[in-house]
């Protein structure tokens, strides 16, 4: 899981431009519980500065509130996370984003 984390990051970090990123929980398996702390801290901990908004797509509750104590721990400034359920909610996120990026 660190190994994907670090791959998707590393093509992050060779964007010149702010980067939003959309998960799609639906589509992959929960990481094994002994998992899960440890990689979303990993995550948030190591996030690249060009990383801006993220969504998320089908999340379980817990999974929700440990995302948002990580967020809120290890990443200053503006980040924003977002829990969806449908890939419409994801999709009016997103341009509501890039409209305010452009429009900045």
């Given at each position: 899981?660190?190994?994907?984390?670090?791959?998707?990051?590393?093509?992050?970090?060779?964007?010149?431009?702010?980067?939003?990123?959309?998960?799609?929980?639906?589509?992959?398996?929960?990481?094994?519980?002994?998992?899960?702390?440890?990689?979303?801290?990993?995550?948030w901990?190591?996030i690249?500065?060009?990383?801006?908004?993220?969504?998320?797509?089908?999340?379980?509750?817990?999974?929700?509130?440990?995302?948002t104590?990580?967020?809120?721990?290890?990443?200053?400034?503006?980040?924003?996370?977002?829990?969806?359920?449908?890939?419409e909610?994801?999709?009016?996120?997103?341009?509501?984003?890039?409209?305010?990026?452009?429009?900045?």
């Open positions: 899981m660190i190994e994907a984390l670090d791959t998707c990051y590393g093509m992050i970090r060779e964007k010149q431009y702010k980067v939003l990123i959309l998960v799609d929980t639906r589509l992959a398996p929960n990481p094994p519980n002994n998992q899960v702390l440890g990689a979303f801290r990993y995550a901990a190591n690249p500065d060009n990383a801006d908004t993220f969504v998320t797509i089908g999340m379980n509750f817990f999974l929700e509130q440990m995302s104590i990580f967020n809120r721990t290890f990443v200053p400034g503006y980040r924003k996370g977002f829990f969806v359920r449908t890939e909610e994801a999709q009016s996120i997103i341009e509501r984003r890039l409209k305010e990026i452009e429009d900045s």
